[in-house]
């Protein structure tokens, strides 16, 4: 089976904390048949084996702040490296800012590959924060606190959400309304990359 009917799938996955992006991307990377790589799930792993990337970054997490731009852009480049990457990937949680949106770009421009969709899950604010506050109880991540998860929001709006103009310029970004069931959005998502030839295990 290959990735999508253009035989490739590179996508990112674009929304707020609490759009349920994280259960979403994991969806659409299997359906497609490609990684889902999520560079907070990476961080947090480091973080909680010990590793020497762990200890540079744990602080920065716990403040809800963002990892500097040429760490994270190195871990993302490492692991796009992969063998089970080279059909397609599902990026969640980077690019986190404009800078790297350049290192993204900079990196597959290099490589002669190309995004092939943004998915944009459009949650309002309100509806995110009451999501997280439900997370916080269920799983007492240490990011999770209100002090900690208005600091990620507001840079979410600062600095992320403006990549989502970046990539509107290029016809990129399917824009999903997040609010919904698992379900109804997973469908959302799909029916909006088959608008755009993306359909999942189709043959090249
Ligand atoms: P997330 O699970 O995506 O909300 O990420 C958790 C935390 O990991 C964030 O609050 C940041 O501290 C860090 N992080 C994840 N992805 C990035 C990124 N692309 N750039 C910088 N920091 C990141």
């Not at 900690?148 to 990549?163: G, Q, S």
Request: proline residues 3%; negative net charge; without cysteine.
């Amino acid at each position: 089976m290959t990735a999508s009917a253009t035989g490739s799938a590179r996508f990112l996955i674009v929304g707020p904390q609490g759009s349920g992006k994280g259960t979403q991307g994991v969806l659409v990377a299997e359906a497609f048949g490609v990684p889902q790589v999520a560079t907070g799930d990476i961080f947090r792993a480091n973080v909680a084996g010990g590793t020497e990337l762990g200890k540079r970054v744990q602080a920065i997490i716990e403040a809800g702040d963002l990892v500097p731009d040429a760490l994270t852009s190195e871990l993302v480049r490492d692991r796009l490296e992969q063998a089970d990457a080279a059909q397609g990937f599902l990026l969640d949680g980077y690019p986190r800012n404009r800078g790297q949106v350049d290192d993204l770009a900079a990196f597959l421009t290099a490589r002669g590959e190309a995004l092939d969709a943004v998915i944009e899950l459009d949650v309002p604010r309100r509806e995110s924060i009451a999501r997280l506050h439900d997370r916080a109880v269920q799983q007492g991540r240490t990011d999770d606190t209100e002090e900690v998860i208005a600091n990620r929001l507001a840079i979410y709006e600062r600095e992320t959400a403006p990549i989502l103009d970046v990539y509107r310029e290029h016809g990129l970004v399917v824009k999903i309304d997040g609010v919904g069931t698992l379900d109804e959005v997973t469908q959302r998502i799909f029916e909006g990359l088959a608008t755009r030839g993306l359909v999942a295990g189709a043959a090249a």
